[in-house]
C-alpha cells in the first residue's frame, strides 16, 4: 500500500487560506468515505482535525474544512493563524483492515 | 480521564524482538479499536497495525509478518510484538484510538509514544 501524496510544503500570510491536496487511488480514497487529517506540531502527537471527509470533531475550530473529488481529498485551513503552523496528514482507509497516511506536509504561517 | 500510556521501546540490535505496551485507562480495549502507528526520525506517519473491539486485528505490509497486534481484556492493555527488528523500524510509536467507537477508521486519543531505536 503506497503512502498518499501531499504537498511537500504550503504558505500563507496570516488570514490567508491555504488548501491541502491528498491524492490515492480508487482502492483508498477514491472509494471509501474514512479520510482524516491531521495536525501535528514538532515533538507532539498528532491531533485528528478533520474525520470522514469532513466532520470536525468536537473543539476543532470551524477554520477546518475537509471535501473529497474522486480520489482527491482536501483540506482548507482558513484564517490562518500562527498557531496553524505544523505538519498535516491525511489518512485513508484502504480496505482488508488497512490504512494508510498522506506523505505530510509542512504549512508555513508566513 | 482517557490516556494511553506507551511503553516497552529501547535500544535493540537488528534481528533482535522488543514487545511495546499500550496501557489504556478511561475506555475499555473490548469497546474500542486500538491501532499503531509509528515515526521514523524526521519522517511522516506510518499505520502499523489495528484491533477491532471485536479482536480481528489488521496489519500493513511493510510489517506483516513480523509485528503483531494483541491485547489483554484484564489488563486494558494493547501489546505489538515486533520480531527480527530492522534497521528501518527505528521509530517513535504511538499507539491511537477513537473516543466514539461508532466512528471508524480515524484517531482523536493518541498517547505520547514510545521510542524504538534498532542499531548495532
Known amino acids: 500500500q503506497s503512502a498518499l501524496t501531499q504537498p511537500p510544503s504550503a504558505s500563507g500570510s496570516p488570514g490567508q487560506s491555504v488548501t491541502i491536496s491528498c491524492t490515492g487511488t480508487?482502492?483508498?480514497?477514491?472509494?471509501?468515505?474514512?479520510v482524516s487529517w491531521y495536525q501535528q506540531h514538532p515533538g507532539k502527537a498528532p491531533k485528528l482535525i478533520i474525520s470522514d471527509v469532513s466532520e470536525r470533531p468536537s473543539g476543532v475550530p470551524d477554520r477546518f474544512s475537509g471535501s473529497k473529488s474522486g480520489s482527491t481529498a482536501s483540506l482548507t485551513v482558513s484564517g490562518l493563524q500562527s498557531e496553524d503552523e505544523a505538519d498535516y496528514y491525511c489518512g485513508s482507509f484502504a480496505g482488508s483492515s488497512n490504512f494508510v497516511f498522506g506523505t505530510g506536509t509542512k504549512v508555513t504561517v508566513l | 480521564e482517557v490516556q494511553l500510556v506507551e511503553s516497552g521501546g529501547g535500544l535493540v540490535q537488528p534481528g533482535e524482538s522488543l514487545r511495546l505496551s499500550c496501557a489504556v485507562s478511561g475506555f475499555t480495549v473490548s469497546n474500542h479499536y486500538v491501532s499503531w502507528v509509528r515515526q521514523a526520525p524526521g519522517k511522516g506517519l506510518e499505520w502499523v497495525s489495528l484491533i477491532y473491539s471485536g479482536g480481528n486485528t489488521g496489519h500493513g505490509d511493510s510489517v506483516r509478518g513480523r509485528l503483531t497486534i494483541s491485547r489483554d481484556i484484564s489488563k486494558n492493555t494493547v501489546h505489538l510484538q515486533m520480531n527480527s527488528l530492522r534497521a528501518e523500524d527505528t521509530a517513535v510509536y504511538y499507539c491511537?484510538?477513537?473516543?466514539?467507537?461508532?466512528?471508524?477508521?480515524?484517531?482523536?486519543?493518541w498517547g505520547r509514544g514510545t521510542l524504538v531505536t534498532v542499531s548495532s
Open positions: 491511537a484510538s477513537r473516543g466514539d467507537p461508532s466512528k471508524v477508521w480515524s484517531f482523536d486519543l
Open positions: 480508487s482502492s483508498d480514497v477514491g472509494r471509501y468515505n474514512y
